[in-house]
């Protein structure tokens, strides 16, 4: 099992439900495919830097979790084909060198 923190954007015009819908979906995604230590941080709605798909602002969410590659993949997979989540990056977060 690898560590992720993995940074999506939600739609801004999705209601409270339909975001808490969303974030459940990926948590849940994740207990399915045996990912450990799930953390999700809701960080609100916020401008964009840029317009993504004619938005100027999304909802930003974070999720740190251990997983294998293959369930990244599969998660990434279900992101891109959402029509809620605009934007999403995942990342190996760096290990202290007192732990390495």
Do not use: C, W
């Not at 990926?26 to 798909?53: M, S, W």
Request: proline letters at 2%; hydrophobic letters at 30%; a neutral charge.
């Amino acid at each position: 099992m690898t560590q992720y923190e993995t940074m999506y954007i939600l739609r801004p015009d999705l209601n409270d439900d339909q975001t808490d819908q969303a974030i459940t979906k990926y948590q849940k995604f994740l207990q399915d495919q045996g990912a450990q230590n799930i953390e999700t941080q809701h960080r609100g709605k916020r401008r964009l830097a840029y317009d993504i798909k004619k938005h100027r602002e999304g909802v930003y969410v974070q999720m740190n979790y251990e997983a294998g590659g293959n369930t990244v993949a599969l998660m990434e997979r279900s992101m891109r084909l959402s029509d809620d989540v605009i934007r999403y990056l995942t990342t190996k977060p760096q290990v202290a060198a007192a732990e390495a």
